[in-house]
T-cell receptor, first 112, second 115 residues
Framework: QQPVQSPQAVILREGEDAVINCSSS?????VHWYRQKHGEAPVFLMI?????EQKGHDKISASFNEKKQQSSLYLTASQLSYSGTYFC?????????????FGTGTLLAVQP | KAGVTQTPRYLIKTRGQQVTLSCSPI?????VSWYQQTPGQGLQFLFE???????NKGNFPGRFSGRQFSNSRSEMNVSTLELGDSALYLC??????????????FGPGTRLLVL
């Protein structure tokens, strides 16, 4: 079942912060985050594993609440380059595969 | 290292035809996954290959098939094309092995239009 992302879209001014949420109805082993710019391929941002800690990448960080099967992506002091569609990809517990089920995406637009 | 490459980049076919798409993973990556991306359904998992074996399959009809070669290059085939198969087909490679998860690195995709 496809994870649900919220919000569906968000418009920011440069320097503002944003949070994107990803919720699943199934127990998760890991959550991946990707960003896709218009006309380009998705680009990997980070993975959060079950039992792992919050991760950060420059001014983008994420958390993973295993009990709630939820992950949140935090974008701090947004830059124009952050614009794009953000997808979470979830992997169920168990198995040794790379089967990712992606969320519906969150469109982020950062304006000057 | 060179990234994931996909050929062809664009393709126009008519209903009933078949098509083969190719994907060359990043050197050293043994896992290759295929996804279909459409505006209505988003990114949907087709299948994943690891060491020439299909490890997992998504909920697509049997018209969609794939294979992986000993050099980790992969192909996917769609037979008896339907209008609804028009989409961007993305291939992603990963270092992940039998007991670990890894980042997936996507190719530029093949945009297929079925008329």
């Amino acid at each position: 079942q496809q994870p649900v992302q919220s919000p569906q879209a968000v418009i920011l001014r440069e320097g503002e912060d944003a949070v994107i949420n990803c919720s699943s109805s199934k127990a998760l082993y890991s959550v991946h985050w990707y960003r896709q710019k218009h006309g380009e391929a998705p680009v990997f941002l980070m993975i959060l594993l079950k039992g792992g800690e919050q991760k950060g990448h420059d001014k983008i960080s994420a958390s993973f609440n295993e009990k709630k099967q939820q992950s949140s992506l935090y974008l701090t002091a947004s830059q124009l380059s952050y614009s794009g569609t953000y997808f979470c990809g979830t992997e169920k517990s168990g198995g040794a595969t790379n089967k990712l089920i992606f969320g519906t995406g969150t469109l982020l637009a950062v304006q000057p | 290292k060179a990234g994931v490459t996909q050929t062809p980049r664009y393709l126009i076919k008519t209903r009933g035809q078949q098509v083969t798409l190719s994907c060359s993973p990043i050197s050293g990556h043994r896992s290759v996954s295929w996804y279909q991306q459409t505006p209505g359904q988003g990114l949907q998992f087709l299948f994943e290959y690891f060491s020439e074996t299909q490890r997992n399959k998504g909920n697509f009809p049997g018209r969609f098939s794939g294979r992986q070669f000993s050099n980790s290059r992969s192909e996917m085939n769609v037979s008896t094309l339907e209008l609804g198969d028009s989409a961007l087909y993305l291939c992603a490679s990963s270092l992940a092995g039998t007991d670990s998860r890894g980042a997936q690195y996507f190719g530029p995709g093949t945009r297929l239009l079925v008329l």
